[in-house]
């Protein structure tokens, strides 16, 4: 399988994606979804804080974001019960690429999502400078916990478009406009540095 046979996979789920962005800003922001077990969450179920990240694995930010940042994030609140971070797919231009990248972390096998993101995120830049996909893409799939056959049959389910749009629609209707954009309790936080998102969790945590 080469990386552009998985980009033409996703082509049509992508286009799909980019039509429902722009029909949806239209509408007034709506609260964020709940948290559903078809969520990716990193953290304990019962932590006292849900933080929400919407993210692409195509946006540079994004990429700092779980590169620089989530280490701290994780050490600081994840590990210590003190909040669960659930990642949410928005992907960003170029599109049919973001919507593969997020179709094989969507395929991965139970508990491999957050490996399959890190390698996506870790091997970014890279595969940017690069200009293909290709190794970019086998490197996530070698640990999707999947085979290449078992990662593309599913990218071709339209299950697999339909859960992406959702999560895309349910985004926008939010009021997410670019990635990555962070919830906490269900309040949007302004910026996603450490000190910002630690602002919003730290008097949570001290209330209860």
């Known amino acids: 399988m080469t990386g552009r046979r998985l980009i033409l996979t996703a082509a049509l789920g992508a286009a799909m994606l980019t039509g429902g962005v722009a029909q949806a800003r239209e509408a007034a922001p709506a609260p964020v979804p709940a948290v559903t077990a ?4 990193l953290g304990r179920a019962d932590a006292p804080v849900t933080v929400i990240e919407y993210a692409s694995f195509t946006c540079n930010h994004c990429a700092a974001w779980t590169n620089d940042i989530l280490p701290q994030f994780k050490t600081r609140y994840i590990d210590t019960g003190k909040v669960r971070l659930v990642f949410r797919d928005m992907p960003t231009p170029p599109a049919q690429i973001a919507a593969v990248a997020a179709g094989i972390g969507r395929c991965a096998a139970p508990g491999r999502f957050f490996d399959v993101a890190h390698s996506l995120m870790s091997g970014q830049a890279a ?5 293909d996909g290709t190794d970019w893409f086998a490197a996530a799939i070698a640990v999707s916990g999947r085979t290449q056959e078992q990662i593309e049959a599913c990218l071709k389910d339209p299950a697999t478009t339909r859960a992406l749009q959702a999560e895309v629609d349910g985004a926008v209707a939010a009021g997410v406009t670019g990635t990555p954009s962070f919830f906490v309790n269900g309040k949007r936080v302004a910026d996603p540095s ?15």
């Open 38 to 41: 078809t969520d990716r969450v």
């Open 127 to 131: 595969a940017f400078e690069k200009g």
């Open 194 to 208: 450490l000190a910002s998102l630690s602002a919003a969790i730290d008097p949570l945590i001290r209330t209860r």
